[in-house]
């Protein structure tokens, strides 16, 4: 892949995606169609990097993107904006399973018929990052949590595939997800909330 096109689609995917996130803590169905844009950027990258599962995951949310779209419009009582909650613990149980057996099946697809050099690691991230969007789609609270871990494990991946602007921004992703589950939680019922707190004059 040409260098400096490489550098580019890293800047311009990693802004895009910043910005999507951005929205989400906020709750604002604005999110949903710049993360479009940052997921087709997105697929290319990591096509043309070797990072096969990150490539599929990219592609399922792309739909994803569409399902969480029309949660967030309509997916509340009376068909109204969905409202932030927090996750049971049996849905809680059979996400993590999802997640363990996910990774260990993939992991074996990608050691037998790719070149990949870092199967376990993405694919764990890939299932986890699954989740979490899902997560996000039903606006639950514990969304952010897992994003924490999933954008901890990151930073090293993409360091690796020599992505500074996503390895970076993945830094950045972590203070977010720490914002992104206060702000949640304070807003437990509501369907959008700020950025910043909001203090009573």
């Not at 096969?52 to 739909?63: A, H, Q, R, V």
């Not at 996400?95 to 990774?103: D, K, P, V, Y």
């Not at 602007?165 to 997800?177: D, E, P, W």
Request: hydrophobic share 50%; net charge neutral.
């Amino acid at each position: 892949m040409d260098p400096s096109l490489k550098f580019w689609l890293d800047v311009i995917g990693a802004i895009f995606s910043l910005a999507s996130t951005l929205l989400y803590i906020k709750a604002n169905k604005s999110a949903w169609p710049i993360s479009l844009v940052a997921i087709c950027i997105n697929i290319f990258l990591y096509y043309k990097t070797g990072i096969y599962g990150d490539m599929s995951l990219e592609i399922i949310y792309f739909t994803l993107v569409f399902y969480g779209w029309y949660q967030w419009a309509w997916g509340g009582a009376n068909n109204t904006n969905l409202t932030i909650s927090r996750i049971t613990p049996k849905l809680g149980l059979l996400l993590s399973a999802i997640a363990f057996l996910g990774t260990c099946s993939l992991s074996c697809i990608l050691i037998n018929f790719t070149n990949s050099q870092v199967p376990y690691w993405d694919n764990s991230t890939t299932f986890l990052s699954l989740n979490a969007q899902w997560m996000i789609c039903k606006k639950i609270l514990e969304t952010w949590a897992v994003w924490f871990v999933v954008d901890a494990l990151y930073v090293e991946l993409y360091f690796n595939k020599a992505l500074p602007f996503h390895s970076t921004l993945l830094i950045v992703y972590c203070v977010l997800a720490i914002i992104g589950y206060y702000r949640w939680r304070s807003g437990i019922g509501n369907q959008e909330v700020g950025f910043l707190p909001q203090h009573d004059s």
